[in-house]
T-cell receptor, first 114, second 112 residues
Framework: DAGVTQSPTHLIKTRGQHVTLRCSPI?????VSWYQQVLGQGPQFIFQ???????GRGNFPDRFSARQFPNYSSELNVNALLLGDSALYLC?????????????FGPGTRLTVT | AQSVTQPDIHITVSEGASLELRCNYS??????LFWYVQSPGQGLQLLLK??????LVQGIKGFEAEFKRSQSSFNLRKPSVHWSDAAEYFC??????????FGTGTSLTVIP
């Protein structure tokens, strides 16, 4: 079975631009979570979606938004990019929402903002 | 706010030696606790988790962790380290608000 897939693998954007990152969960998983991992740091929780609804939100500005589609895939959108948004963006899927279900992580999208 | 502290940024151990990675958390209620491993070029993988019950939990790859409420700790242990265990290890806490908090990680080097 395929694991969590994310696209693109790498991305270079300029300050002020907008970016969309995509995630496909493991088949049968209905929840997707997004994390930002800055180099040398642990992942920081951004969002959790379950059944197309936001179920958890971390401490990120409104420039960050996400959505989940009927097929449970998800997009993370970041507007007005800042240099500090450069990071590895991780997507994780789980059977359902909440914190008790095991999360399976994708390989991430490396975003560089210049 | 919840937080997770991993006091050791980097640890070096000899192959075959025992390992303990420290994790302290700040959370008012009984937390959901996790240990993840991240190898270069690989995604994060769950090693073990604790929600309730027996405070000593067994995980994959021969790892175990012990929850100590009095010390707000959830340290990861392995009796004999293998070279393939070299990686970055993260402790994480999940709260009832469906938020997850990761520590800054401990980088493990294994020397032959």
């Amino acid at each position: 079975d395929a694991g969590v897939t994310q696209s693109p693998t790498h991305l270079i954007k300029t300050r002020g631009q907008h970016v969309t990152l995509r995630c496909s969960p493991i088949s049968g998983h209905k929840s997707v979570s997004w994390y930002q991992q800055v180099l040398g740091q642990g992942p920081q929780f951004i969002f959790q979606y379950y059944e197309k609804e936001e179920r958890g939100r971390g401490n990120f500005p409104d420039r960050f938004s996400a959505r989940q589609f009927p097929n449970y895939s998800s997009e993370l959108n970041v507007n007005a990019l800042l240099l500090g948004d450069s990071a590895l963006y991780l997507c994780a899927s789980s059977l359902a929402g909440g914190v008790s279900y095991e999360q399976y992580f994708g390989p991430g999208t490396r975003l560089t903002v210049t | 706010a919840q937080s997770v502290t991993q006091p050791d940024i980097h640890i070096t151990v000899s192959e075959g030696a025992s390992l303990e990675l420290r994790c302290n958390y700040s959370y008012g209620a009984t937390p959901y606790l996790f240990w993840y491993v991240q190898s270069p070029g690989q995604g994060l993988q769950l090693l073990l988790k604790y929600f309730s019950g027996d405070t000593l939990v067994q995980g994959i790859k021969g790892f175990e962790a012990e929850f100590k409420r009095s010390q707000s700790s959830f340290n990861l242990r392995k009796p004999s380290v293998h070279w393939s265990d070299a990686a970055e290890y993260f402790c994480a806490v999940g709260d009832t608000g469906n938020q997850f908090y990761f520590g800054t990680g401990t980088s493990l080097t294994v020397i032959p």
